[in-house]
């Protein structure tokens, strides 16, 4: 049973990434899911979350508008789609499934989770 993130990388200003995040060893259509992301000497910080049932999503303020949370449970995988980044992106980026749990729990209550990827790094330069 894990999450696995991808797609992080070295991203220009401007620029857009998408990252990944695929379960294995259980189906992630029954699961709540997150991207947070922690960068150095900051602590961890909430981005989006998507429902398991209706597809309701949350945004943080400051992804609001750049950043695009969506799933495809057919590939048992949830994507953040972020673009216009900024150097104020680069961080850790990481993905949590919360079992039911609703968004409300997971990103605004900050807690639910059941399983955390490892992470993948994102940094934006130039």
């Known amino acids: 049973v894990q999450l696995v993130e991808s797609g992080g990388g070295l991203a220009q200003p401007g620029g857009s990434l998408r990252l990944s995040c695929a379960a294995s060893?259980?189906?992630?259509?029954?699961?709540?899911v997150g991207w947070f992301r922690q960068a150095p000497g900051k602590e961890r910080e909430r981005l989006s979350c998507i429902s398991f049932n209706d597809g309701n999503t949350y945004y943080a303020d400051s992804v609001k508008g750049r950043f695009t949370i969506s799933r495809d449970n057919a590939k048992n995988t949830v994507y953040l789609q972020m673009n216009s980044l900024t150097p104020a992106d680069t961080a850790q980026y990481f993905c949590?499934?919360?079992?039911?749990?609703?968004?409300?729990?997971?990103?605004?209550?900050?807690?639910?989770?059941?399983?955390w990827g490892k992470g993948t790094l994102v940094t934006v330069s130039s």
């Open positions: 949590t499934a919360g079992l039911f749990t609703t968004i409300q729990a997971m990103c605004l209550w900050d807690n639910g989770m059941d399983y």
């Open positions: 060893g259980f189906t992630l259509a029954a699961y709540t």
